[in-house]
């Protein structure tokens, strides 16, 4: 019995320990059966969780900023409602208004921004902008496209407030407008500086795209100082490129900085499709704030008159003037009778300063001389064959002058010149209705792919002179330009389509 009883005992420890150890198996093997799901569980628990604070700070509050600049100036926008004549028939396709309308038509179809659709059939038309409150009792800015024409002009604040506006004054030459509602006490912004901002700076712009009233964008400025795209080259330049959204509605809105204030007045895009494609453009407010500040104070503005037309020192052209850099205006036409002429200001004068204040370019230039008033003296600076020297002018009020005219800018290109020419007739001259003081060789041909063609030179184009040299004949610029250097370019002074712009000849590979 005990040797029985043993064997019991033996077994049934045996048999324990195979229970445990199975009892074991089979819990690892559940173990490894429900890892994977259980990992998956604390992953999506992690998952969840949010991310801390620290980790977003800077994102969060550079949103904080925007919500706080977004709060401030909104309530000074506004949306302007403009009921109009109808505007004159479409002829061929192209509008027969103003220079700007035409502008407007050329970079949005049909209909340019905030412009009423022009169909002769209608009698009344309705237009939509936006403008900026720029004082707590009712002054607004918007542009004068936006009111242009306008019989009745509503305002709508962003308390869905409606006010009858009346126009104060306009100014065409900038696309400026002052309105003002009969109201006190109203949320307003103040100007900021453009002369401060930098690309890649933070920009928000504000307005009323496509009726959805008091929208705002964020971007970028993308570039400064952007010349006028419109064919009046008396419209000053300047602008402000942005990447914030900026579509048909937003003209008349304001572009601010981080800060708050206006550096801007959204006034045109440029797209082929005729919404936003990433190139907004805005007027700056050192421009607009003196033409705002005189429209309020006396109805109109009176813009300064130096009578030149002049044009950007570029890489390709700086060498022609004894230039160290490519800062300047050249100045490419002198009217008679201006204070430029007055002065002695001559064709080839490169401005590289006013009153001590150093230009970079046409643009610059235009808008330092948009600052000043007629009769205000100056000083600039210019440079001649090589030589710095003083020019003290005495400015004119404009009347229909024309202003400051930055000329397109010089075409690069090679090849060769590619150039066939006439003599300037008397039936030649009455053709292109050129000035009868204007004397030089008409171009009669431009070879496909010369280095005239990659200038930009057209048929009908005049050549008024070669490497600074006066021509008065087809054989004086054949000459001129046989007379060039192997291997070196060449600089002509042509008149076209009204005005005087250098271009640069490429140094063809065989003298033409």
Do not use: C
């Given at each position: 019995?005990?040797r029985i009883?043993?064997?019991?005992?033996?077994?049934?420890?045996r048999?324990?320990?195979?229970?445990?150890a199975?009892?074991?198996?089979?819990?690892f093997?559940?173990?490894?059966?429900v890892?994977p799901a259980?990992a998956?569980a604390?992953?999506a628990?992690?998952?969840?969780a949010?991310?801390s604070?620290?980790?977003?700070?800077?994102l969060?509050a550079?949103?904080?900023?925007?919500?706080?600049?977004?709060?401030?100036?909104t309530p000074?926008?506004v949306n302007?409602a403009?009921?109009?004549?109808?505007?004159p028939?479409?002829?061929?396709?192209?509008?027969e208004?103003?220079?700007?309308?035409?502008?407007?038509?050329?970079f949005f179809?049909?209909d340019?921004p905030?412009m009423?659709?022009m169909?002769?059939q209608r009698?009344?038309?309705h237009?939509?902008g936006?403008g900026i409150?720029i004082?707590?009792?009712g002054y607004?800015?918007?542009?004068?496209h936006?009111?242009?024409?306008a019989?009745?002009?509503r305002?709508?604040?962003?308390d869905?407030?409606?006010?009858?506006?009346?126009?104060v004054?306009a100014?065409?030459l900038t696309?400026?407008a002052?309105?003002?509602?009969d109201?006190?006490?109203l949320p307003?912004?103040?100007?900021?500086?453009?002369?401060?901002l930098?690309p890649g700076?933070?920009?928000?712009a504000f307005?009323?795209?496509?009726g959805?009233?008091f929208?705002?964008?964020?971007?970028i400025?993308?570039?400064?100082?952007r010349p006028?795209p419109d064919?009046?080259r008396?419209?000053?330049?300047?602008?402000i490129?942005?990447?914030?959204a900026i579509?048909?509605g937003?003209?008349?809105?304001?572009?601010v900085?981080?800060?708050?204030?206006?550096?801007?007045?959204?006034?045109?895009?440029?797209?082929?499709?005729?919404?936003?494609?990433?190139?907004?453009?805005?007027?700056p407010?050192?421009v607009a704030?003196?033409?705002?500040?005189?429209?309020?104070r006396?109805?109109?503005v009176?813009?300064?008159?130096?009578g030149v037309a002049?044009?950007?020192?570029?890489?390709?052209?700086?060498?022609?003037?004894?230039?160290?850099?490519?800062?300047?205006?050249v100045?490419?036409q002198?009217e008679?009778?201006?204070p430029?002429?007055?002065?002695g200001l001559k064709?080839d004068?490169?401005i590289?300063a006013v009153d001590?204040?150093?230009?970079?370019?046409?643009?610059q230039?235009?808008?330092?001389?948009?600052?000043k008033h007629?009769?205000?003296?100056?000083?600039?600076?210019v440079?001649r064959?090589?030589?710095?020297m003083?020019?003290?002018?005495?400015l004119?009020?404009?009347n229909?002058?024309?202003?400051e005219?930055?000329?397109?800018a010089?075409?690069q290109?090679k090849?060769?010149?590619?150039?066939?020419l006439?003599?300037?007739t008397?039936?030649l001259?009455?053709?292109?209705?050129a000035?009868?003081s204007?004397?030089?060789a008409?171009?009669?041909?431009v070879?496909?792919?010369?280095?005239?063609?990659?200038?930009g030179?057209q048929?009908?184009?005049?050549?008024l002179?070669?490497?600074?040299?006066s021509?008065?004949?087809?054989?004086?610029?054949?000459?001129?330009?046989?007379?060039?250097?192997?291997?070196k370019?060449?600089?002509v002074?042509?008149?076209?389509?009204g005005?005087?712009?250098f271009?640069?000849?490429?140094a063809?590979?065989?003298?033409s």
């Open positions: 019995m005990h009883d043993t064997l019991k005992a033996k077994l049934s420890r048999l324990m320990v195979s229970v445990l199975l009892t074991t198996v089979g819990s093997a559940l173990y490894e059966a890892k259980a998956h604390a992953a628990a992690a998952a969840a949010p991310l604070p620290d980790s977003v700070s800077a969060t550079l949103d904080q900023a925007m919500e706080t600049v977004a709060a401030r100036v000074a926008i302007v403009v009921t109009s004549k109808a505007k028939a479409m002829l061929g396709g192209q509008a208004g103003g220079d700007m309308e035409q502008f407007f038509h050329r179809g049909q340019g905030d009423p659709r169909q002769p009698r009344i038309e237009g939509v936006s409150l004082s707590p009792d607004i800015v918007t542009n004068n936006v009111v242009d024409g019989t009745e002009i305002v709508t604040t962003n869905r407030k409606t006010y009858t506006a009346k126009l004054g100014d065409s696309d400026l002052v309105i003002k509602i109201a006190s006490g307003s912004v103040p100007w900021g500086n453009s002369k401060e930098r700076q933070t920009v928000l307005g009323n795209p496509f959805f009233r929208t705002v964008t964020r971007g400025v993308s570039g400064l100082n006028n064919s009046d008396r419209r000053p330049g300047g602008f490129q942005t990447d914030a579509n048909q937003n003209s008349g809105g304001a572009l900085d981080a800060r708050g204030e206006v550096v801007g007045i959204n006034t045109f895009l440029i797209s082929p499709s005729g919404a936003f494609s990433g190139m907004g453009f805005a007027i407010s050192q704030q003196p033409v705002v500040d005189s429209l309020i006396n109805g109109k009176e813009h300064a008159y130096l002049i044009e950007d020192i570029t890489p390709e052209n700086s060498q022609f003037f004894a230039m160290k850099n490519n800062d300047g205006a100045v490419t002198v008679e009778d201006s430029a002429a007055k002065a064709i004068d490169v590289t001590g204040h150093s230009v970079s370019d046409a643009g230039l235009q808008i330092a001389i948009g600052a007629p009769g205000d003296k100056l000083q600039l600076n440079l064959e090589g030589k710095e003083n020019v003290p002018v005495t004119a009020e404009l229909g002058h024309d202003a005219q930055p000329a397109e010089t075409h290109g090849a060769r010149w590619g150039l066939g006439q003599d300037l008397p039936e001259r009455r053709q292109l209705q000035p009868g204007l004397q030089g008409v171009i009669g041909r070879a496909p792919g010369s280095s005239a063609d990659e200038a030179l048929q009908g184009d005049v050549i002179q070669v490497n600074h040299q021509v008065k004949s087809a054989a004086d610029v054949q000459h001129a330009l046989s007379s060039v250097p192997q291997g370019d060449a600089l002074l042509v008149w076209s389509n005005g005087n712009t271009r640069v000849l490429r063809p590979t065989e003298q």
